[in-house]
């Protein structure tokens, strides 16, 4: 209770001045009438809805917007850290917090970056840029399998559970989805009444833990499964192989926030940590894989079926490819996350050292589709780091079909990055199951904030598609995005990358290629 230590010392401060004003001196007056208007701004802060953190530090809170005032370094360093200890893209923070807010992110003088650094990417526009379409463009998620298929927005909110975070920041996330039109995954955590409140599009994620349709023993149970996503909210349903952050290990969930609702919700004991195993029971090999998506997407009704990994080698991919030309099984979409993905809780290590980059991970899969001929049949998502216009666009260009975005998102609801999610003492109450701190989640307010971020974000998007001389995403190609590999040498995508031809690894494997095809296997998943 340390966060209420001010307010406290300044209301007994401001009574005993007072106090001490009547009864003894006037000069008493020097102190009490600051205190008493502290204690006011305090009282005030505790009521006032709009700022998380000043409900949930009154007066104190007030030091991180003189921060933010006196000097924007001082916050960036303090207060916004990235996981790995180095600042967070200072223009990126400011777009999300900006469109949020329903501010104009527009800024003088000129870029941050220093364009001539190696590693440097731009996007090429045209000449003749073309008008920017009245609407954004969706993406129509059904293969030939799917009997429901569901209109994807550009840019959505991706894969965070409840337990992660708190109710109330579920709630605004819904809401915001539900107010702009673009789908919230609901991450492994279960199907809960705060995912389902507000009316939002859902994509249902399915962990290894199998939490909300599982059996006793934490196996996968149809009929539950079936059941829940029978819901109209639920649009998709998604199964996770890996998370970019910890490839290889199952979702943890620490044990201070495993509270008896959450345990319901998961089936689990209270106040233990959870965590998902790092394989499936329910499939060993990528033939079971793909039908087990056919028997989730049958349990569903048809509704659109995909799964989501963080990609490790091609043979892996390739492995998964093969299992559906053999079985004429596939996926509706796969999500692509990238081993720059954050988490609430993983092991350093993993975070920083294992697992393929988004850019490496998004052409992989990208490319194995339209190498084995299937590219047309599953859409493409992509995660990790999606924050601003640019990075939609480009994941466009690399592959994707649309994008999904949990960082900024928690960022648009009031996240400050204090990097306390793990401990269950978010300051903000986005990452906490304490109720004295999620109060300070205001859902109407945080609610507005994230539709607006999206749709400023994608309608910015947009635009520059439209100052690329792309009409749609359909237009988008890996010439328009390019890289400065060397100090005076500067090559497009296109050029930089292998960009396979439709069937080809089925006709004539390129070189480049033809290892990794020939280890892969439709009935293992180990390499050779």
């Known amino acids: 209770m340390y966060r209420f230590v001010p307010l406290t010392v300044v209301t007994l401060l401001a009574v005993l001045t007072g106090a001490a004003t009547v009864v003894d001196s006037r000069w008493w007056l020097l102190l009490a009438v600051p205190a008493a208007l502290l204690t006011a701004v305090g009282l005030y802060d505790l009521a006032q809805r709009r700022h998380s953190i000043l409900r949930n530090y009154p007066i104190l809170g007030h030091l991180r917007f003189a921060m933010e005032a006196l000097r924007p370094e001082i916050q960036q360093y303090f207060i916004e850290r990235n996981y790995d200890g180095r600042p967070y893209d200072r223009g990126r923070r400011s777009i999300i917090y900006e469109r949020a807010k329903g501010v104009h992110a527009e800024q003088a003088y000129g870029t941050e970056r220093d364009i001539d650094e190696v590693g440097y990417e731009h996007l090429v526009h045209s000449v003749a840029p073309v008008p920017a379409p009245p609407e954004a463009p969706r993406v129509l998620i059904g293969g030939p399998d799917c009997r429901q298929p569901y209109s994807m927005a550009l840019l959505n909110v991706s894969a965070m559970s409840f337990g992660a975070l708190s109710a109330n920041a579920i709630r605004a996330l819904n809401k915001g989805a539900a107010l702009g039109g673009f789908a919230h995954d609901t991450g492994e955590g279960g199907l809960t009444p705060y995912h389902l409140e507000n009316g939002g599009d859902l994509i249902w994620e399915i962990g290894s833990g199998y939490f909300g349709a599982r059996h006793a023993d934490g196996t996968f149970d149809p009929r539950m499964f079936a059941d829940k996503a029978a819901h109209p909210n639920v649009k998709c349903v998604s199964l996770?192989?890996?998370?970019?952050?910890?490839?290889?290990?199952?979702?943890?969930?620490p044990a201070a926030k495993v509270s008896a609702e959450i345990a319901?919700?998961?089936?689990?004991?209270?106040?233990?940590?959870?965590?998902?195993?790092?394989?499936?029971?329910?499939?060993?090999?990528?033939?079971?894989?793909?039908?087990?998506?056919?028997?989730?997407?049958?349990?569903?009704?048809g509704k659109p079926t995909g799964f989501k990994l963080c990609v490790g080698t091609r043979a892996d991919v390739l492995a998964i490819c093969k299992a559906m030309v053999a079985e004429d099984i596939t996926p509706d979409f796969i999500v692509v996350?990238?081993?720059?993905?954050?988490?609430?809780?993983?092991?350093?290590?993993?975070?920083?050292?294992?697992?393929?980059a988004l850019t490496d991970g998004l052409m992989t899969v990208h490319n194995a589709l339209v190498g084995t001929g299937l590219r047309n049949r599953i859409k493409l998502?992509?995660?990790?780091?999606?924050?601003?216009?640019?990075?939609?666009?480009?994941?466009?260009?690399?592959?994707?079909d649309y994008t999904n975005a949990a960082r900024a998102m928690m960022m648009a609801v009031g996240c400050i990055q204090a990097q306390r999610c793990h401990t269950n003492t978010c300051p903000v109450g986005v990452a906490t199951q304490d109720p004295k701190r999620t109060r300070a989640l205001n859902v109407a307010d945080k609610s507005v904030r994230v539709q607006q971020y999206q749709q400023a974000t994608v309608a910015q998007a947009v635009q520059m598609m439209a100052s690329l001389g792309a009409y749609s995403p359909r237009d988008l190609t890996p010439h328009l995005l390019r890289k400065r590999v060397a100090p005076a040498l500067v090559q497009s995508y296109e050029e930089l990358y292998e960009w396979l031809e439709p069937g080809e690894l089925l006709d004539?494997?390129?070189?480049?290629?033809?290892?990794?095809?020939?280890?892969?296997?439709?009935?293992?998943?180990?390499?050779?």
Do not use: N
């Not at 952050?245 to 943890?252: E, F, H, Q, S, T």
């Not at 998502?381 to 994707?400: F, N």
């Not at 390129?510 to 998943?525: I, Q, V, Y």
């Open 381 to 400: 998502g992509a995660s990790g780091k999606v924050a601003g216009a640019t990075d939609i666009v480009k994941r466009l260009i690399q592959g994707a």
């Open 337 to 356: 996350d990238g081993a720059e993905g954050g988490t609430a809780a993983a092991p350093l290590e993993y975070e920083d050292h294992i697992g393929l």
């Open 508 to 528: 004539e494997p390129p070189a480049s290629w033809a290892k990794p095809w020939a280890a892969a296997s439709p009935d293992t998943f180990r390499r050779g």
């Open 264 to 301: 319901q919700y998961r089936g689990v004991p209270v106040g233990e940590k959870c965590v998902s195993p790092p394989y499936h029971s329910a499939f060993a090999t990528p033939r079971e894989l793909v039908r087990f998506i056919a028997q989730m997407r049958e349990l569903s009704d």
């Open 240 to 253: 996770k192989l890996s998370q970019g952050a910890k490839p290889g290990l199952g979702g943890v969930l």
